[in-house]
């Protein structure tokens, strides 16, 4: 089976708020990266708002997904 790409925890972080960024209501959402290194890696949202909506919660579990299939986190 071919190797996915590997990516760190910057390039995933960029990449995941690029997409975020289209939906008003993640405005004021900030994505982390949580290890381990490899394809188990997992996201987390934090916001300088007072509340996350649930929809912002929801596109970030369906662009997590999506891009674990495609990318390896970095050591």
Known sequence: ???RPVKSAEEL???IMAEMRE???CDS???VIIGPAGA???TALASTGATI???CQQRLAEI???LRQQFDLAE
Do not use: F, K, L
């Open 53 to 55: 909506d649930v929809d």
């Open 1 to 3: 089976m071919p190797q």
């Open 40 to 42: 188990d890696w997992e």
């Open 13 to 15: 972080e960029s990449m």
């Open 64 to 66: 997590t997904n999506r």
């Open 29 to 31: 959402a900030a994505v």
């Open 23 to 25: 939906y008003p209501e």
